[in-house]
């Protein structure tokens, strides 16, 4: 059972990561195929394990500001800024549909 | 020998004593860095930084005040830990000229005992791997490949052969780390281990690599891959020095709520006489496929010994093990989805110079950022969690995974103490033929001996055996019970001193080793 394009395009709009290439589209398939031999194990009965300290209450610190006041260190590191914003593209504007986006899929 | 005979404890007697001083042991580590170039461990060579942190702590002997026993020891660390004012890449195009703004807790804590950053070690990207052959600075090479004990054992096909071309991998994704310390440029390495990565580099290179418990250390900083599993790892040439760094930077850590809360004690490993009184799990499933012979042979003989030291071993039987790569492909890939999301461009690292939209620039940014291997566990893991999947794959898995966390709480409440495995399938293999499968399958493979204690979360460290019959080191894996490292350390201590494993033979350690030596001889110390 191959994966769909609608479900490929979908994925790369919430990835926002692309295939590439049909060697990335294989890629998916033979992980899904991999995957699916978890089906072979009996899990009735089985709680879900999120993690192996669920035995032990998790810490939780007090709500008291210890640190900050770092603005321009945390700002060193992004390539657009103004004052003490960070800049991004305009929002918004959804990605363009699998027709007008340049990618592999198209011709899938 | 300073730089290598020289244990640790050994190393630190000597500086204390001043036979030694910390900057010329920062400028030895330092200099064999360059000689060991080609070996690609590093990615970044700290020499500055390391220089000042050597002096400041050659001030500290000097005043008879050294900070502790890791004070002036060079050390280095993977490139996937943060590192205030020093670039961390975690070798992706991603993150390549990000500066760190702070220390992760892990590196802070050396610091604070002094030691000296030498460097940021390589990686497979973002520690995806089993190679470390995949990060954007290329591949590490074994130091092996350039030992006389290798070289006497490898045939050369034809003597047209170009030598070089024989090298072998690492293993990782630690690779780096592990290079580092088999090579001799430094006394301790951290890594990080998810699914192996400390410990299977470790086996390749001949060093003990440990996998603490799960919440024992710290992962603050340290730029995560799957936070149910992820732990820093630590490699040494001893397991003597592997407890002196758990002794270091375990403890629980206010900004890791994952870090338990209990207190913790660092130890000294006692030299254990007796071992009469252990219990010795040896669980039949880690005969997995494609063991080779020689470690097969070679986990028999190490059962024997305990056995003929008086220690009860014990077959044991772990049946979901053959389940946990299956397991671990699903739940990492689901979590790395998740925390590859951050990598967008717009606060840190790599930015695409598309401007259209906020999306097409996130989407441009990790096109270009990301290399296949991420980019394909991203959008596995997406499969995964899509509603129509999330119970049949994801939720399942995590069932999957207490079963397989089950097993191993079965056994150790059946009255074994230790569980005695290999820690890869076979010694390390040629670059040239690791490449021929792809890194998922590589990764399949390769962790199957080393996953399940992460997905249970329990300690492990692989012990350097012997070489193998191409003079390459191979080693078996001690997994203990949660928290008790103390008593995991004790055992593996206990097994490196029977087993008595080889010094690597390195020309170029051996000229920088001449050369201290007579250094020594003609230096006069106060």
Same mark, same amino acid.
């Given at each position: 059972?191959?994966?769909?394009?609608?479900?490929?395009?979908?994925?790369?709009?919430?990835?926002?990561?692309?295939?590439?290439?049909?060697?990335?589209?294989?890629?998916?398939?033979?992980?899904?195929?991999?995957?699916?031999?978890?089906?072979?194990?009996?899990?009735? &009965?089985?709680?879900?394990?999120?993690?192996?300290?669920?035995?032990?209450?998790?810490?939780?610190?007090?709500?008291?500001?210890?640190?900050?006041?770092?603005?321009?260190?945390?700002?060193?590191?992004?390539?657009?800024?103004?004052?003490?914003?960070?800049?991004?593209?305009? &929002?918004?504007?959804?990605?363009?549909?699998?027709?007008?986006?340049?990618?592999?899929?198209? &011709?899938? | 020998?300073?730089?290598?005979?020289?244990?640790?404890?050994?190393?630190?007697?000597?500086?204390?004593?001043?036979?030694?001083?910390?900057?010329?042991?920062?400028?030895?580590?330092?200099?064999?860095?360059?000689?060991?170039?080609?070996?690609?461990?590093?990615? !970044?060579?700290? $020499? $500055?930084?390391?220089?000042?942190?050597?002096?400041?702590?050659?001030?500290?002997?000097?005043?008879?005040?050294?900070?502790?026993?890791?004070?002036?020891?060079?050390?280095?660390?993977?490139?996937?830990?943060?590192?205030?004012?020093?670039?961390?890449?975690?070798?992706?195009?991603?993150?390549?000229?990000?500066?760190? @703004?702070?220390?992760?807790?892990?590196?802070?804590?050396?610091?604070?005992?002094?030691?000296?950053?030498?460097?940021?070690?390589?990686?497979?990207?973002?520690?995806?791997?089993?190679?470390?052959?995949?990060?954007?600075?290329? @591949?590490?090479?074994?130091?092996?490949?350039?030992?006389?004990?290798?070289?006497?054992?490898?045939?050369?096909?034809?003597?047209?052969?170009?030598?070089?071309?024989?090298?072998?991998?690492?293993?990782?994704? %630690?690779?780096?780390?592990?290079?580092?310390?088999?090579?001799?440029?430094?006394?301790?390495?951290?890594?990080?281990? !998810?699914?192996?990565?400390?410990?299977? @580099?470790?086996? =390749?290179?001949? +060093?003990?690599?440990?996998?603490?418990?799960?919440?024992?250390?710290?992962? =603050?900083?340290?730029?995560?891959?799957?936070?149910?599993?992820? +732990?820093?790892?630590?490699?040494?040439?001893? +397991?003597?020095?592997?407890?002196?760094?758990?002794?270091?930077?375990?403890?629980?850590?206010?900004?890791?709520?994952?870090?338990?809360?209990?207190?913790?004690? @660092?130890?000294?490993?006692?030299?254990? !006489?007796?071992?009469?009184?252990?219990?010795?799990?040896?669980?039949?499933?880690?005969?997995?496929?494609?063991?080779?012979?020689?470690?097969?042979?070679?986990?028999?003989?190490?059962?024997?010994?305990?056995?003929?030291?008086?220690?009860?071993?014990?077959?044991?039987?772990?049946?979901?093990?053959?389940? %946990?790569?299956?397991?671990? =492909?699903?739940?990492?890939?689901?979590? +790395?989805?998740?925390?590859?999301?951050?990598?967008?461009?717009?606060?840190?690292? =790599?930015?695409?110079?598309?401007?259209?939209?906020?999306?097409?620039?996130?989407?441009?940014?990790?096109?270009?950022?990301?290399?296949?291997?991420? *980019?394909?566990?991203?959008?596995?893991?997406?499969?995964?969690?899509?509603?129509?999947?999330?119970?049949?794959?994801?939720?399942?898995?995590?069932?999957? *995974?207490?079963?397989?966390?089950?097993?191993?709480?079965?056994?150790?409440?059946?009255?074994?103490?230790?569980?005695?495995?290999?820690?890869?399938?076979?010694?390390?293999?040629?670059?040239?033929?690791?490449?021929? $499968?792809?890194?998922?399958?590589? %990764?399949?493979?390769?962790?199957?001996?080393?996953?399940?204690?992460?997905?249970?979360?329990?300690?492990?460290?692989?012990?350097?055996?012997?070489?193998?019959?191409?003079?390459?080191?191979?080693?078996?894996?001690?997994?203990?019970?949660?928290?008790?490292?103390?008593?995991?350390?004790?055992?593996?201590?206990?097994?490196?001193?029977?087993?008595?494993?080889?010094?690597?033979?390195?020309?170029?350690?051996?000229?920088?080793?001449?050369?201290?030596?007579?250094?020594?001889?003609?230096?006069?110390?106060?």
């Amino acid at each position: 059972e191959k994966v769909t394009v609608e479900v490929l395009d979908h994925l790369e709009h919430l990835a926002l990561v692309d295939f590439r290439d049909s060697e990335g589209v294989e890629r998916l398939q033979k992980a899904i195929q991999f995957a699916d031999q978890l089906h072979e194990v009996n899990t009735d &009965g089985i709680e879900p394990m999120d993690s192996v300290l669920e035995d032990r209450c998790l810490y939780l610190r007090e709500d008291d500001v210890t640190e900050g006041n770092c603005t321009k260190e945390l700002l060193k590191n992004a390539r657009e800024k103004v004052e003490e914003y960070f800049v991004a593209p305009p &929002g918004n504007i959804p990605l363009p549909k699998l027709e007008e986006r340049d990618t592999f899929l198209q &011709g899938f | 020998a300073a730089l290598t005979g020289a244990l640790r404890f050994q190393v630190s007697a000597a500086l204390k004593e001043g036979r030694v001083t910390p900057t010329e042991l920062c400028q030895k580590c330092l200099s064999l860095i360059k000689s060991t170039k080609f070996l690609n461990a590093y990615i !970044t060579v700290a $020499e $500055e930084t390391a220089l000042k942190q050597a002096e400041e702590s050659e001030k500290r002997y000097r005043r008879g005040q050294p900070l502790g026993a890791l004070d002036g020891i060079p050390v280095a660390v993977k490139d996937n830990f943060n590192t205030a004012g020093i670039e961390t890449t975690c070798a992706s195009n991603m993150l390549k000229g990000y500066i760190s @703004p702070y220390n992760a807790t892990v590196v802070q804590k050396l610091l604070d005992q002094g030691a000296v950053l030498l460097g940021k070690t390589n990686l497979d990207e973002f520690a995806m791997g089993s190679g470390s052959t995949d990060g954007v600075f290329g @591949p590490v090479r074994n130091p092996w490949s350039y030992s006389r004990q290798y070289k006497e054992k490898s045939v050369p096909k034809s003597h047209s052969e170009d030598k070089e071309s024989n090298w072998v991998i690492t293993g990782g994704s %630690s690779g780096g780390s592990a290079a580092a310390v088999s090579s001799f440029t430094c006394f301790a390495a951290l890594g990080s281990d !998810t699914g192996g990565s400390t410990r299977n @580099p470790a086996a =390749h290179c001949g +060093v003990v690599g440990l996998k603490p418990t799960y919440g024992l250390i710290s992962r =603050h900083g340290l730029i995560p891959l799957v936070n149910s599993m992820d +732990v820093p790892g630590i490699l040494t040439r001893c +397991v003597d020095d592997a407890a002196v760094v758990l002794g270091s930077l375990a403890g629980h850590d206010p900004k890791d709520s994952t870090t338990i809360q209990d207190d913790f004690k @660092p130890f000294e490993l006692p030299d254990l !006489t007796d071992v009469s009184k252990l219990s010795i799990g040896i669980p039949k499933e880690y005969h997995a496929p494609g063991l080779s012979s020689e470690i097969l042979a070679l986990w028999s003989k190490a059962a024997d010994l305990f056995k003929n030291a008086g220690a009860k071993v014990i077959e044991v039987s772990l049946p979901h093990t053959c389940y %946990s790569i299956v397991c671990y =492909h699903v739940l990492c890939a689901a979590e +790395v989805a998740s925390n590859m999301a951050r990598f967008d461009g717009l606060e840190y690292g =790599h930015r695409s110079g598309m401007n259209k939209s906020t999306e097409s620039m996130y989407a441009a940014t990790r096109r270009e950022g990301f290399n296949d291997v991420v *980019r394909g566990r991203i959008l596995s893991g997406n499969y995964f969690l899509l509603k129509q999947n999330y119970d049949n794959y994801f939720v399942k898995a995590q069932k999957v *995974r207490r079963l397989i966390a089950n097993d191993f709480v079965k056994v150790f409440r059946s009255g074994v103490d230790i569980l005695l495995t290999p820690t890869t399938l076979s010694d390390a293999v040629p670059y040239m033929e690791f490449i021929k $499968e792809d890194n998922r399958t590589r %990764s399949a493979q390769d962790d199957i001996l080393t996953q399940a204690a992460n997905m249970a979360g329990l300690p492990a460290v692989n012990v350097p055996t012997a070489l193998s019959e191409r003079g390459l080191p191979v080693g078996l894996q001690f997994i203990g019970r949660s928290f008790q490292e103390k008593q995991l350390l004790t055992v593996a201590k206990w097994f490196e001193k029977q087993v008595k494993f080889p010094m690597i033979q390195l020309e170029e350690v051996k000229r920088h080793d001449h050369r201290g030596f007579q250094h020594q001889k003609s230096a006069s110390f106060s």
